[in-house]
Nanobody, 118 residues
């Protein structure tokens, strides 16, 4: 199973970006999907999680600004980021718990850089 993330880039404060992450390979079902981020010199932190039934939870720092969603038919998770701040600058990683039909394993995407700067 591979997770491929897209959509990072550079944006001014107050701007928006949409990240996508598509899973491919031996997939029977994807359970929770999440976005994490890691800023330089800091630990990786959870940004948002969405269940298969689309129940979502967010870090306090991004509530009301970020929206996580998913398309189960496409095995894809999205992160709509609005009102971006310089402190949102980080490498963003997608994460998924994938059931192959035999076992559930955790997978990570390769990371995509988001830079918020004027």
């Amino acid at each position: 199973v591979q997770l491929q993330a897209f959509g990072g880039g550079s944006v001014q404060p107050g701007g928006s970006l949409r990240l996508s992450c598509a899973a491919s390979g031996r997939i029977f079902r994807i359970n929770d999907m999440s976005w994490y981020r890691q800023a330089p010199g800091k630990q990786r932190e959870l940004v948002a999680t969405i269940t298969r039934g689309s129940n979502a939870n967010y870090a306090d720092s991004v509530k009301s600004r970020f929206t996580i969603s998913r398309d189960n038919a496409k095995n894809t998770v999205y992160l709509q980021m609005n009102s971006l701040k310089p402190e949102d600058t980080a490498v963003y990683y997608c994460n998924a718990f994938v059931f192959s039909g035999f076992e559930t394993r955790e997978y990570w995407g390769q990371g995509t850089q988001v830079t918020v700067s004027s």
